[in-house]
């Protein structure tokens, strides 16, 4: 069964930074690509980053560019979100998915919830 | 960018009814190299994580009930409901995944009547 298991959510101050994981398992992690996608309180989806299965090539959305990285460890099976500068904006609860072999958002994490406030 | 742009907003709806969701793409989402629609359809019920429906605007995932019917071509795409039942309610999101960045709908809330 896929799963996947986000973890280092939290209350951060603006301009400070956190790190998403989110666990991956049974599956092979290294075969997939693999996103992060984000949904603000009572809005809707919104993609923000995705990583090559190789972690060779990222794509990132505009307003995250040069502040959020997005990573990955294959030897752990773990997918990660830096997220530097963090802004209000930046509130969201983050889900991290997977890429099946059809280039669609498959499986979904349950999501982990950040808050950037003072 | 391309824009989804998603109708209605909300549908109050009876059990046992059928229910349509539309959504339009500001380019074509079919592929000339394979001829596909690279179009999704996902349901998010509260306080859970969104799960995939419909992928290539009309196939089924594995496990999706047969009353969950995706249609549409080129920009113009469909969710059917046919005899919704209770667990139905959710909200429902198009997504377009042919070119980056991928870009959601702005989702339907589908209610109880």
């Known amino acids: 069964e896929v799963q996947l298991v986000e973890s280092g959510g939290g209350l951060v101050q603006p301009g400070r930074s956190l790190k998403l994981s989110c666990a991956a398992s049974?599956?092979?992690?290294?075969?997939?690509?693999m996103a992060w996608v984000r949904q603000a309180p009572k809005k809707g989806l919104e993609w923000v980053a995705t990583i090559s299965y190789d972690g060779s090539s990222t794509y990132y959305r505009d307003s995250v560019k040069g502040r959020f990285t997005i990573s990955r460890d294959n030897a752990k099976s773990t997918l990660y979100l830096q997220m530097d500068s963090l802004r209000s904006e930046d509130t969201a609860t983050y889900y991290c998915a997977r890429l099946g072999i059809l280039r669609v958002l498959d499986y979904w994490g349950q999501g982990v919830m950040v808050t950037v406030s003072s | 960018d391309i824009v989804m742009t998603q109708s209605p907003f909300s549908l109050a709806v009876s059990e046992g009814e059928m229910v349509t969701i539309n959504c339009k793409s500001s380019q074509s989402l079919l592929s000339s190299g394979n001829q596909k629609n690279y179009l999704a359809w996902y349901q998010q019920k509260p306080g859970q994580s969104p799960k995939l429906l419909i992928y290539?605007?009309?196939t089924r995932q594995s496990g999706v009930p047969d009353r969950f019917i995706g249609s549409g071509s080129g920009t113009d795409f469909t969710l059917t409901i046919s005899d919704v039942q209770a667990e139905d309610l959710a909200d429902y999101y198009c997504l377009q995944h042919y070119s980056y960045p991928p870009t959601f709908g702005a989702g339907t809330k589908l209610e109880l009547k």
């Open positions: 049974g599956f092979t992690f290294s075969d997939y690509n």
């Open positions: 290539y605007a009309s």
